[in-house]
């Protein structure tokens, strides 16, 4: 009797263990989504991200572009003292989009106009759990410069940004890159990587 009563509180700890885990995983999803919609600061990516055979020549850039669809995907894992808590896997979908972005040459500044709103699908402890995040900013506005099929912009105050190119026409262009970061919030360490690509067609 003894034993099934401590075998109830151990229960009982667990599945409260485990609703504020969720929890965390939820509010901290969010902030991942914060840092990395169009907002990864200094994330230069490698050469090895990007394979792409694309030739990029700045008078393709000039111009205005609208955007015409996101997609996101990625993982969450979270431990506490060592032992995996979860994995979660996600994708995002672009909805609600009437953002443009301008280019123009010599100077080679851009603005951009508009948002646009994520619907978020999480899969974690076997549920699935939707949300739209809307009325998404994007860049702020700023110069620009091209190098090797990566876009490398930087706003007003230094902040700098840099985002593979895989694909440029004269009337559409994909960008995307990758993010991974690794963060301790409460005891449980968490673990981000997330994948976007972003298109545009040009007005």
Known sequence: MIFFSYFCVIAEHFFKFKFYIMKLIQLF??????????ACEDDTPTPSDNTNDTTVTNHQLVGTWNLTAIEYQGTISSEAVGFPISVSSFTGTGVDMDLTIDFTENPNDYT???DYSV???VESFGQIIEQTWANQGFIDDGTWAEANNVLTVTNAIGGEQSINIIELTDTNVTV?????????L????????????????KQ
């Open 186 to 201: 409460a005891g449980v360490t968490t673990t981000q990587n997330v994948e976007g690509t972003y298109t545009f067609m």
């Open 119 to 121: 619907l978020i699908s």
């Open 29 to 38: 999803f969010v902030a991942v989504l914060c840092s990395f919609l169009f």
């Open 112 to 114: 951009t106009s508009g």
């Open 176 to 184: 995307t890159w990758d993010y991974a970061d690794v963060t301790v």
